[in-house]
């Protein structure tokens, strides 16, 4: 799970997020509202797991969800609650490791975007027993699919994560978690992972 070293690489990178915040929205905007197979605006609350910038989260805030957004990293938090887009997402520090903070089945929706590929199988499995905890229909995560470049490999293994792994075991292991998986391209390199909570 998110560790001191991680906090601290994306304290320091959190600018760059900032930088990258309006490009991000626009296309999650284009992502969820075009999205048939989970139509997310027939739910009333998601919570952001690992949020970064807060892009997503604004974009859900926007489409009338009650909105709840958490991440490590407080760099990554300051970028979020500053942006107008934000004033009506509820911001938290935490992280999955030490639990999410909020009792079972508190959101219709939990997600987490580009967060799973950097666990290993031991900390994804903790990812996955936590949203499916506190959510009540939808776990999603938005994340790498198996189309790799070289950029994203090396920015990956400088991150120090388990994105090869990761786009390699992803399907079996959210199989074998929630019994149900369906997958949406977004992107050349992206999909959504959707499992319905039973």
Do not use: W
């Amino acid at each position: 799970m998110p560790n001191k070293k991680s906090r601290k690489l994306f304290d320091r990178l959190s600018p760059f997020y900032a930088r990258l915040f309006k490009r991000q929205r626009k296309n999650y905007t284009q992502i969820f509202r075009d999205m048939d197979q989970c139509n997310i605006s027939h739910f009333s609350s998601i919570l952001d797991v690992g949020c970064g910038s807060g892009a997503m989260a604004s974009v859900m805030s926007e489409m009338g969800l009650r909105t709840f957004a958490l991440d490590h990293s407080l760099g990554m938090l300051s970028v979020a609650r500053s942006r107008h887009e934000n004033r009506t997402v509820r911001f938290c520090r935490g992280s999955v490791e030490s639990g999410l903070p909020f009792p079972e089945k508190s959101f219709d929706i939990v997600i987490a975007a580009f967060v799973a590929h950097g666990l290993d199988a031991s900390q994804r499995l903790i990812l996955y027993q936590e949203m499916r905890r506190v959510g009540k229909h939808l776990v999603i995560l938005h994340d790498y699919n198996g189309v790799k470049s070289l950029t994203t490999s090396i920015a990956e293994i400088a991150e120090g994560g388990d994105y090869f792994n990761f786009i390699r075991n992803v399907k079996p292991e959210l199989m074998n978690f929630f019994g149900n998986l369906e997958i949406v391209e977004t992107e050349k390199r992206s999909c959504c992972y959707i499992c319905n909570v039973n």
